[in-house]
Structures are given as C-alpha cells and as structure tokens.
T-cell receptor
Framework: DQQVKQNSPSLSVQEGRISILNCDYTNSMFDYFLWYKKYPAEGPTFLISISSIKDKNEDGRFTVFLNKSAKHLSLHIVPSQPGDSAVYFCAASPHPYSGAGSYQLTFGKGTKLSVIP | DTEVTQTPKHLVMGMTNKKSLKCEQHMGHRAMYWYKQKAKKPPELMFVYSYEKLSINESVPSRFSPECPNSSLLNLHLHALQPEDSALYLC???????????FGSGTRLTVV
C-alpha cells in the first residue's frame, strides 16, 4: 500500500525550461511534505518543504504547490539547470511528535530528472 | 556543523558476523533516525529516537539493534544478517522543523 506516489519514474527537460515533478498521497494524517534530491550513493538532500496550512512555498528556483483537496503536490524548478539532474523524492509525515519534533517520513519511489543542455 | 556523518561508508560482512554502523551529528538535533534503502526503491523508516529514547520501531527484525548512547550518536548493531539485508543504510536527524531534517551519506552494506 503506497501512501506516497510519484507516478513518473523519469522526466527529461531542456535547460532553461520548467521542470514539474508530481506527487500524490493517500494518508489524510500527513501534515508535512518535503522534497529531496538524491545523487547515486549519497544521502537525500533537503530541497523544500510545505506544511498543510499552506498551499505554496517558494525558495529561489524551487516552488512547491500543495492541493489538499486533491491530495496532490508538485515541485516546480524554474529555470532548470543541468546540475538539477538527479532523483527527486517526495516525502510526507504526520504532524511531528511533541518535544523533539520527530518526523516519520514516508517516501515516494522518486522521479529521475534529466536536464538536457 | 550542519552534517550528519556516517561510518563506515562501505561494509561487507558475512552472515555470521557482528558489525555496527555509526552515525554522528553535532547540530543539537534531538530526533535521530535509521532508514534502509534498496536499489531503485525509496528510503524506508526503520527506527526513530527522540531524546535518546526509542520512540518508533517499524517492525524491524531483531537482527537489527539500534542504540543511542548520547544525543549526538546513533548506532545500528548488526548480527546474523541475510543477503537480502544488503542495502544503503541512511541516518538522519531533525529538531523541531522539517527544514533541518538532514540525512547522512549512508553506509553501503553488502551481506555475503
């Protein structure tokens, strides 16, 4: 039972254009959503996050949109650069436990983005 | 220091061996995690420690034994593993906000 779904295993985009990566979730308890970028043989690197009280969060070239009613979020990268080529994981968590604020992340299967120069 | 450091980077062990994976962070994070990632799969949560206490065990077999000696260190003790346990083991830490949820580079484990 996949609670976080990334239905596109791969995406190719021309340099300078917009990359849109999509993610769907099924668990209504998810309260926090994160995007990670991962290179082979390395740990995931945090990109951007959004809480369920927002519908948009922007950080430089990266914007995440959240549509709670559709249980859908997307990551927009504008403009795309060759260095953005990596696997992008969507992750979701219920509201963190109090105290240490621990997040139990559930990951999607990832989308491999290739930015073509 | 904004890193999570994992050692060793690579480990090959036999099914009768006992080994340990180590994770260290000096960001003052009070939540630490172990994840397992197999090839072409997403990371899967194994254990969560909050304030040095085990708060979540995602039904992980007892051949994996976590330990949190202090607020900066997290170990994963391995014993009698199977070849199917071969994977990338990732440690992460966080404190209060997901912006600080940081992963280490992982330990690539091969069980022979």
């Amino acid at each position: 039972d996949q609670q976080v779904k990334q239905n596109s295993p791969s995406l190719s985009v021309q340099e300078g254009r917009i990359s849109i990566l999509n993610c769907d979730y099924t668990n209504s308890m998810f309260d926090y959503f994160l995007w990670y970028k991962k290179y082979p043989a390395e740990g995931p690197t945090f990109l951007i996050s959004i809480s369920s009280i927002k519908d948009k969060n922007e950080d430089g070239r990266f914007t995440v949109f959240l549509n709670k009613s559709a249980k859908h979020l997307s990551l927009h990268i504008v403009p795309s650069q060759p260095g953005d080529s990596a696997v992008y994981f969507c992750a979701a968590s219920p509201h963190p436990y109090s105290g240490a604020g621990s997040y139990q992340l559930t990951f999607g299967k990832g989308t491999k983005l290739s930015v073509i120069p | 220091d904004t890193e999570v450091t994992q050692t060793p980077k690579h480990l090959v062990m036999g099914m009768t061996n006992k080994k340990s994976l180590k994770c260290e962070q000096h960001m003052g994070h009070r939540a630490m995690y172990w994840y397992k990632q197999k090839a072409k799969k997403p990371p899967e949560l194994m254990f969560v420690y909050s304030y040095e206490k085990l708060s979540i065990n995602e039904s992980v077999p007892s051949r994996f034994s976590p330990e949190c000696p202090n607020s900066s260190l997290l170990n994963l003790h391995l014993h009698a593993l199977q070849p199917e346990d071969s994977a990338l083991y990732l440690c992460a830490s966080s404190q209060g906000t997901a912006y600080g949820y940081t992963f280490g580079s992982g330990t690539r484990l091969t069980v022979v």
